[in-house]
């Protein structure tokens, strides 16, 4: 039972172009979203993240938008570099779970 | 520098054999776990830490047994390892009250 999905595998986009990366959730107990990104041989690292009481997160080139009616949210980096090459994950967390509930990744390469 | 170290970083071993794999953060951190990546799958919880002597099972804790007899340290260990047991492993800490996990940089295990 998959709680939390990123249906896309792979995006590609051109550099200094906009990337959407998308995930959904089936779980409307979530309150807290959270992206990582990984690079390979490396462990995910935090990149924003958002309370459910919002419905946009911005830091910088990236933006996390949460969309509660449809269990949907979506990071957008603007514009897009080289280095943003990686896989990223979506992450959610109930309160008092103590766990987070990833996606399965989305592999983003940004060519030049 | 802040920071969750994992060893090994790659490790083959045979079928049956116990191993353990080593976790250790310098951030005080009282919450640790470990999650294992597979392909399509994402990250699951595998076991987590609130604190020292303090531990719970995650999503898929068969086959493995952690303990936390210090703050610092969070091994892995696994008995008697199965190939079903080939996977990429990270453990990750954070402060409690807070999401943000961080994580080491990985455990590639192979279970021949």
């Known amino acids: 039972d998959q709680q939390v999905k990123q249906n896309s595998p792979s995006l590609s986009v051109q550099e200094g172009r906009i990337s959407i990366l998308n995930c959904d959730y089936t779980?409307?107990?979530?309150?807290?979203f959270l992206w990582y990104k990984k690079y390979p041989a490396e462990g995910p690292t935090f990149l924003i993240s958002i309370s459910s009481i919002k419905d946009k997160n911005e830091d910088g080139r990236f933006t996390v938008f949460l969309n509660k009616s449809a269990k949907h949210l979506s990071l957008h980096i603007v514009p897009s570099q080289p280095g943003d090459s990686a896989v990223y994950f979506c992450a959610a967390s109930i309160p008092g779970a103590q766990k987070l509930v990833f996606g399965q990744g989305t592999r983003l390469t940004i060519n030049p | 520098e802040a920071q969750v170290t994992q060893n090994p970083r790659y490790l083959i071993t045979v079928t049956g054999k116990k191993l353990t794999v080593t976790c250790s953060q310098n951030?005080?951190?009282?919450?640790m776990s470990w999650y294992r990546q597979d392909p399509g799958l994402g990250l699951r919880q595998i076991y987590y830490?609130?604190?020292?002597?303090?531990?719970d099972k995650g999503d898929v804790p068969e086959g493995y047994k952690v303990s936390r007899k210090e703050k610092r340290n969070f091994p892995l260990i696994l008995e008697s390892p199965s190939p079903n047991q080939t996977s990429l492993y990270f453990c990750?800490?954070?402060?409690?009250?807070?999401?943000?996990?961080?994580f080491g940089s990985g455990t590639q295990l192979s279970v021949l």
């Open positions: 951030m005080n951190h009282e919450y």
């Open positions: 779980n409307s107990m979530f309150d807290y």
């Open positions: 830490s609130m604190n020292v002597e303090v531990t």
């Open positions: 990750a800490s954070r402060r409690s009250g807070n999401e943000k996990l961080f």
